[in-house]
């Protein structure tokens, strides 16, 4: 079954630096894009980053979050990665990875396996 574990969360001082990383099994990774979603309780949950498949990947992120997050994957270790930088405290949130479709001409669409989350904690 689809399986996705993340890691790299914890607590971090404002302009700091956070690279979360997604370990996926249960299906064909590297045929699948993939992203990052954050929450906050009493919120629904946000596209942070999603990275298309193939060979040329198609990015995007939220608005709030260009320039200082980059998402990649490693197709090899079927893993997807989020380097924060600058972190602010709005950048607090649960981080959840997903598996989705990124077609050309269309939005991210997330599909309903999520990963367990990892907290992000940016405070002084």
Same mark, same amino acid.
């Given at each position: 079954? !689809?399986?996705?574990?993340?890691?790299?969360?914890?607590?971090?001082?404002?302009?700091?630096?956070?690279?979360?990383?997604?370990? $996926?099994?249960? &299906?064909? &990774?590297? @045929?699948? %894009?993939?992203?990052?979603?954050?929450?906050?309780?009493? @919120?629904?949950?946000?596209? !942070? $980053? $999603?990275?298309?498949?193939? %060979?040329?990947?198609r990015i995007t992120y939220a608005d709030? !979050?260009?320039?200082?997050?980059?998402?990649?994957?490693?197709?090899?270790?079927?893993?997807?990665?989020?380097?924060?930088?600058?972190? @602010?405290?709005?950048?607090?949130?649960?981080?959840?990875?997903?598996?989705?479709?990124?077609?050309?001409?269309?939005?991210?669409r997330p599909t309903?396996?999520?990963?367990?989350?990892?907290? !992000?904690?940016?405070?002084?």
């Amino acid at each position: 079954q !689809v399986q996705l574990v993340e890691s790299g969360g914890g607590l971090v001082q404002p302009g700091g630096s956070l690279r979360l990383s997604c370990l $996926a099994s249960g &299906f064909t &990774f590297g @045929n699948f %894009a993939m992203s990052w979603y954050r929450q906050v309780p009493g @919120n629904e949950r946000e596209l !942070v $980053a $999603a990275i298309s498949s193939g %060979a040329a990947w198609r990015i995007t992120y939220a608005d709030s !979050v260009k320039g200082r997050f980059t998402i990649s994957r490693d197709n090899g270790k079927n893993t997807v990665y989020l380097q924060m930088n600058s972190l @602010n405290a709005g950048d607090t949130a649960v981080y959840y990875c997903n598996k989705g479709t990124f077609y050309i001409g269309e939005d991210y669409r997330p599909t309903d396996s999520w990963g367990q989350g990892t907290q !992000v904690t940016v405070s002084s």
